[in-house]
């Protein structure tokens, strides 16, 4: 590949901005070893990371190698400018959730060949230097995102801090990451705050119906509205065109119920379940069929313990855990996702020993 | 209450249609000790149910107290008229999703004040009488809905039957009903289809950011096309209603980010942060603040066993479990869901036992 390079990273590592992310990957820099500087426009919040152990004040005596910018999305272009211009040997990455508004921003800038933008996929509903983690992305998905001219040595730079933090690479042009987090979260999180702000009109007593499918659909619309409204008006151009197709398939979906028209809603809805298999597997295989195992366990602590210490006996690995929570339930519904092969084995052990299971 | 009545479900009871829920309805009669009696248009299902210790096949000399009719969407009322004729003493319900078909299908029928609508709110993604359990029903709300004249006698008998399948017992109006599931099923699930329609068109470079969010959102959406094309239309106008609600709210959200309106989307975001609010906590009770514990746990049978046991000596109760399945991890991150003033005790009792875990 024309942009290989043998950069190593030696640090100093300068964050910029110690929020919840720019400390975990301060911290996550420090835990393989390498010097870090710190500075945020919040001095309390250096103080903080500080305390951390996740580096120490920058000083404008500092020559970091590699500055990573991780600032509020409206605040971000302008953070790769001032540290462009204050660290003139130095590459400059981002962490932010949109990667086209910052390069375009920064067109006419001076040194733009070191920004080399990217952006690790993890976070956190809470926020702050108290709430990183030198483990948030361990195994993640990190997509690092240079623009045209960026220097291959920069490349090369960003890809081995995502290495450091723990991340997995995935390198993509600008445009296209924009467009791939606008399908897979950004559009994904505007319809779930819809969906949700459906419920707001509804009585406790329909309420009571609600299972465990609303409470997936709505999940992540409980979301901080000020964080995500930055974030999704930073992907505008492609959030609209993939809106604009949802509407259209919306509004096929409501003249397929009004008019009965069966045939054309069930395609809408295998359409669904088509898109649902292209979601990557575990360790990015292909999907592999599971099926559910359920198990009635006692709501108190210890229980789960129990039931796991018993499903491990089996010898069954298990792929995904749920807890259904309905309402009035005196104990917890446990469902246990398998390999489909082995949804006899588990059974059969979790039965044996005295456990409530079914399909 | 004037609909009290002092009805004691003493069987035989009927269940029509030996299918996952039929079945279940059987197996959990059955565990109390009643009397079952099975019907089906296909009879390898009745020997299976039968073969499954879910009662016996009904002769045309059996005199049932109950009759279950468990049969698909666009049989039901065809189902609930054959029973009604065919056992002129009995109370009559049926367990369909959809209420206000049914009984309208039903309104000038002979013997229609025997009948009284329900709706467990269980199943499961597989089918057929292999799939059913006694415990299927255990905790779950099941939604009884009689219509105008419906006997009390026979409102209670149904209640009674809800109870010994272990349903928590919700009564509505079938129009209440209706509305009911178009918002907390229906519609979710036709959404969560569309937006899993948006993947289908996706690269696999861009699928490799899906993170969880996604997942949750687009789960339900691998449900059966053609049962919840039955269901969804059996329930069209309570679903066109609120889809239509759904459409204008989308064109909002859509002006708000083509045109750079941030007050307006946050806003948006805002109405679904209250709507998850809406949603009822455990046990019926108020939601309550929990926070999530992030673990690193190695991908192989048995840890997951030593994690919750190392949790359970915490003491602290688990309200919820995910396993993150971002591709290329070589081990999974659990969520533990606790109440948010256990977070700080979780944390250390696990840190204590050597798990790299975070907020």
Redo the contacts between chains.
């Keep these: 590949m024309p942009e290989e390079s043998n950069a190593v990273l030696t640090g100093p590592v300068q964050v910029v901005g110690t929020g919840l992310i720019g400390t975990s990957v301060a911290l996550a820099c420090r835990r393989a070893g390498l010097e870090v500087l710190l500075s945020d426009v919040v001095p309390d919040h250096v103080r903080t990371a500080t305390g951390l152990g996740a580096g120490r004040p920058a000083t404008p005596e500092d020559r970091p190698q590699l500055v990573v910018v991780a600032v509020p999305p409206d605040h971000l272009a302008e953070g790769v400018r001032d540290a462009l211009a204050a660290a003139p040997d130095a590459i400059v990455t981002d962490v932010g959730s949109v990667k086209m508004a910052p390069l375009d921003a920064l067109a006419d800038q001076p040194g733009r060949e070191r920004y080399v933008g990217s952006h690790p996929?993890a976070g956190?509903?809470?926020s702050g230097p108290l709430?990183a983690?030198e483990?948030?992305f361990?195994?993640?998905?990190w997509?690092v995102t240079p623009g045209p001219g960026a220097l291959p040595a920069g490349v090369r730079l960003v890809e081995l801090l995502a290495e450091v933090c723990g991340g997995?690479v995935?390198r993509?042009r600008p445009d296209?990451?924009d467009?791939?987090?606008a399908?897979?979260?950004h559009?994904?999180?505007?319809?779930?705050?819809?969906?949700?702000?459906?419920?707001?009109?509804?009585s406790?007593?329909?309420?009571?119906?609600?299972?465990q499918?609303?409470?997936?659909?709505?999940?992540?619309?409980?979301?901080d509205?000020?964080l995500?409204?930055?974030i999704?008006?930073g992907n505008?151009a492609a959030?609209?065109a993939?809106?604009?197709?949802?509407?259209d398939?919306?509004?096929l979906?409501?003249e397929a119920?009004?008019d009965?028209d069966?045939a054309g809603?069930?395609?809408?809805?295998?359409?669904?379940?088509?898109?649902?298999?292209?979601?990557?597997?575990?360790?990015?295989?292909p999907p592999r069929p599971t099926?559910?195992v359920?198990v009635?366990v006692p709501?108190?602590?210890?229980?789960?313990?129990?039931?796991?210490?018993?499903?491990?006996?089996?010898?069954?690995?298990?792929?995904?855990?749920?807890?259904d929570?309905?309402?009035?339930?005196?104990?917890g519904?446990v469902e246990l996702d398998v390999a489909a092969e082995s949804v006899g084995e588990l059974l059969g052990a979790l039965e044996s020993r005295g456990w409530?299971?079914?399909?």
């Design positions: 996929m956190s509903e809470r709430a983690s483990n948030l361990d195994g993640r998905p997509a997995v995935i993509l296209e990451h467009r791939a987090v399908r897979t979260s559009v994904p999180h505007l319809v779930s705050a819809l969906v949700a702000g459906t419920l707001t009109g509804a406790a007593d329909h309420l009571a119906l609600s299972g499918g609303v409470r997936d659909v709505t999940r992540i619309a409980g979301g509205p000020d995500y409204s930055q999704i008006s505008a959030v609209t993939l809106l604009g197709e949802l509407r398939r919306l509004d979906a409501l119920v009004r009965g069966r809603l069930s395609s809408l809805l295998a359409h669904g379940v088509a898109g649902t298999r292209a979601i990557p597997g575990k360790h990015g295989g099926a559910a359920r009635a709501d108190h602590p210890g229980e789960l313990a129990r039931l796991f210490a018993d499903a491990g006996d089996s010898g069954v690995n298990i792929e995904d855990v749920r807890i929570h309905d309402p009035g339930r005196p104990f519904l409530a299971a079914h399909r």
